[in-house]
T-cell receptor
Framework: GAVVSQHPSRVICKSGTSVKIECRSL??????MFWYRQFPKQSLMLMAT?????????EQGVEKDKFLINHASLTLSTLTVTSAHPEDSSFYIC????????????FGAGTRLSVL | QKEVEQDPGPLSVPEGAIVSLNCTYS??????FMWYRQYSRKGPELLMY????GNKEDGRFTAQVDKSSKYISLFIRDSQPSDSATYLC????????????FGTGTLLAVQP
């Protein structure tokens, strides 16, 4: 099956710092990558969709300047939470799909962010 | 009304039971249907993928899609404690955005 690696799995940072999360597709070319946020006992909330080489498309209510997304290659996308605050503490998950199986998304293991 | 409705549970069953998980949806354009399993503090793992109506079986898992009723199901036979997780249904219309619409997830606990 398709493998998506997400790193780091856990990060604790001070308020005001920036945090970068990486998402890599290990065995396929990810033409599209997605970033989700998940609160405890809730379903996934789509934050943005990114296509390789293009600017990300953000969902309504998601701050573009707060959550910077870069999809520079067909195997790597990054999410940077800028000037993180305690309310940004959450579980962030990436997923990836390829051109061949474009309807299927394969997910990373998630990153638990805690902002102190 | 949400586009996809899923009973959040929790659902508790004894080991060996047959589990039935369901989702209903309102958008008749949906044609790709998926079931994901998510363990606590982990990312979702794809279990089953179905296109349009019909049944699909993979080991102990069977996915059913009834587009006329806008209803999908996941059956787990001979349930095991290791099946304890949250099960998310997801679907899309195959359009340009590739976005998945998720159910809220059903928390399943299989008691040994």
């Amino acid at each position: 099956g398709a493998v998506v690696s997400q790193h780091p799995s856990r990060v604790i940072c001070k308020s005001g710092t920036s945090v970068k999360i990486e998402c890599r597709s290990l065995d396929f070319q990810a033409t599209t990558m997605f970033w989700y946020r998940q609160f405890p006992k809730q379903s996934l909330m789509l934050m943005a969709t990114s296509n390789e080489g293009s600017k990300a498309t953000y969902e309504q209510g998601v701050e573009k300047d707060k959550f910077l997304i870069n999809h520079a290659s067909l195997t790597l996308s990054t999410l940077t939470v800028t000037s993180a605050h305690p309310e940004d503490s959450s579980f962030y998950i990436c997923s990836a799909s390829s051109d061949r199986g474009r309807d299927i998304q394969y997910f990373g293991a998630g990153t638990r962010l805690s902002v102190l | 009304q949400k586009e996809v409705e899923q009973d959040p549970g929790p659902l508790s069953v004894p080991e060996g039971a047959i589990v039935s998980l369901n989702c209903t949806y309102s958008n008749s354009a949906f044609q790709y249907f998926m079931w994901y399993r998510q363990y606590s503090r982990k990312g979702p793992e794809l279990l089953m993928y179905t296109y349009s109506s019909g049944n699909k079986e993979d080991g102990r898992f069977t996915a059913q899609v009834d587009k006329s009723s806008k209803y999908i199901s996941l059956f787990i036979r001979d349930s095991q404690p290791s099946d304890s997780a949250t099960y998310l249904c997801a679907m899309n219309d195959g359009g340009a955005t590739n976005k998945l619409i998720f159910g809220t997830g059903t928390l399943l606990a299989v008691q040994p």
